[in-house]
């Protein structure tokens, strides 16, 4: 029996013992060598996978080379039924990325939930087609110049909506109230009715009682969301009018009328009208435009806001700003960011736990180190711990004791490092995925010239060879 074995390897020549080969870690190397007794093998498997099979084989110890992809060693490792868990650490973190991040791929490609909804089939009938192409402009789905055109000029709509309500907000813009006139009258006091009054006050007051400390408490609690009257904050249609600012009054009214055509032509194209108008976006824009044409008829009827019930339609006015969201949902990077963040709900978890954990301590130790001056109680002192962690630090409450100066240099160190560790996950999978869906968008030329290949086929001679003529 002869000693030397003969490996060809892709028209690479090994050569080894038969007992460092019938001793190897491989089972199914030794059976092959078991099987078929010979001096000569060829093996058709890729060259650089093979070879870290065979050193696995001889040495007993596996890597995977850095020039293989990890796919392509995966499949050899599966031919020559090696688990993978024999991969040494430094080659299996490899390994496990890559899995990591193509099963993060195909989430990303099957996730449809930052996308409008789609025909599920092409529509044969002549309506239904004018009702695609008017669904995908209005979604910009198309690339066409139509599509381009709309979402520019939806654009400039949106932000003419926000803005006209923020320019209005302006101080020169408020409704300067004007103090009430007092005309000073002589009178006699009638002391009958003084008496009357205070003998019949004193009878309701006992079944009054519940009632307004009830009535006082939610007044109070709204008081403190909204420490001012929305009415005095952004003025009516009529006060815009009367102020000689008319171009607020105009703003509106072309806002709401393309707003209210862009949301019929939504409606009336949309491929399922049900789960159109359960989402989340479509119920703002339909509360929104409700409100718009309660603010116009309460201006035709002269109805005004002063602090009734009908200023709620002035806090509505608040969410507009979420149709720039509506806009910004079909940009790239904003589709890739939001489902960044969806796959990192772990690592937010991470960061809410270890902020609750630091809010805890700090604020509890603070509280005690401080005087009750500068932090009256452990809510305020949440409210400390929680800017100086996130490094922002406003200034309104600071420590001034010694113990407390240092424990607010550990908190904001403390923070830094709960920053500067968990914020690159987000930023990592970011980059990641916004390379893969760039990959869309990028158009890779064509060969020029196309070549000839000609191959010379002789016995011992497995050349092949590049002509360009």
Request: with cysteine; proline share 5%; hydrophobic share 40%.
């Amino acid at each position: 029996m002869v000693n030397e074995l003969f490996v060809y390897i892709r028209g690479q020549k090994y050569c080894f013992s038969i007992e460092d080969i019938l001793e190897g870690h491989c089972e199914k190397i030794r059976e092959w060598v078991r099987e078929y007794p010979s001096e000569r093998i060829i093996i058709n498997r890729p060259k650089k996978a093979f070879e870290a099979i065979l050193d696995f084989h001889l040495t007993g110890i596996l890597h995977m080379p850095i020039s293989t992809c990890p796919e392509e060693f995966k499949e050899e490792l599966d031919f020559w039924e090696i688990s993978h868990e024999k991969l040494e650490r430094c080659c299996l973190n490899r390994l496990a990325s890559y899995y990591r991040e193509k099963a993060l791929l195909k989430d990303y490609k099957n996730s449809g939930t930052c996308m409008p909804e789609k025909y599920a089939s092409y529509p044969k009938s002549s309506p239904r087609k004018v009702f695609l192409k008017v669904w995908n402009v209005l979604n910009y789905h198309d690339d066409c110049l139509v599509a381009k055109i709309y979402f520019f000029v939806s654009t400039c709509f949106i932000l003419l909506s926000i803005f006209g309500v923020a320019i209005s907000t302006l101080p020169q813009f408020r409704v300067k109230e004007a103090p009430p006139e007092t005309v000073p009258t002589i009178s006699t006091p009638d002391y009958c009715k003084l008496l009357y009054e205070r003998v019949t006050s004193s009878k309701s007051l006992a079944t009054d009682l519940n009632d307004s400390s009830i009535h006082r408490d939610g007044s109070d609690f709204i008081s403190s969301i909204f420490p001012e009257s929305v009415h005095k904050k952004i003025p009516s249609l009529q006060q815009t009018i009367d102020q000689g600012t008319k171009v607020f009054f105009y703003i509106e009214i072309a806002t709401t009328i393309f707003f209210t055509a862009e949301q019929a032509m939504r409606i009336l194209t949309c491929p399922g009208l049900l789960s159109y108008t359960c989402g989340l976006m479509n119920i703002v824009e339909i509360l929104l435009l409700m409100a718009s044409y309660c603010r116009f008829i309460l201006h035709f009827l002269e109805i005004q806001y002063n602090g009734n019930a009908w200023s709620f339609l002035l806090y509505v006015q608040m969410f507009r700003v979420l149709r720039i969201v509506r806009v910004m949902r079909h940009v790239l990077a904003f589709k890739v960011l939001n489902y960044s963040i969806k796959v990192g709900k772990k690592d937010l978890c991470i960061i809410i736990m270890y902020i609750f954990i630091g809010l805890m301590i700090f604020s509890n130790l603070v509280f005690f180190f401080e005087l009750s001056d500068d932090f009256r109680s452990i809510p305020d002192a949440w409210w400390w711990t929680l800017i100086t962690m996130t490094t922002v630090g406003y200034g309104d409450i600071i420590p001034k004791t010694i113990a407390g100066k240092v424990l607010g240099c550990v908190c904001a160190v403390s923070g830094v490092i709960m920053l500067s560790l968990v914020i690159p996950i987000f930023v990592n999978t970011f980059l990641f995925l916004y390379q893969f869906a760039e990959l869309e968008s990028v158009t890779i030329p064509a060969p020029k010239k196309p070549c000839e290949l000609k191959r010379k086929a002789t016995p011992d001679d497995t050349e092949v060879t590049y002509t360009s003529e």
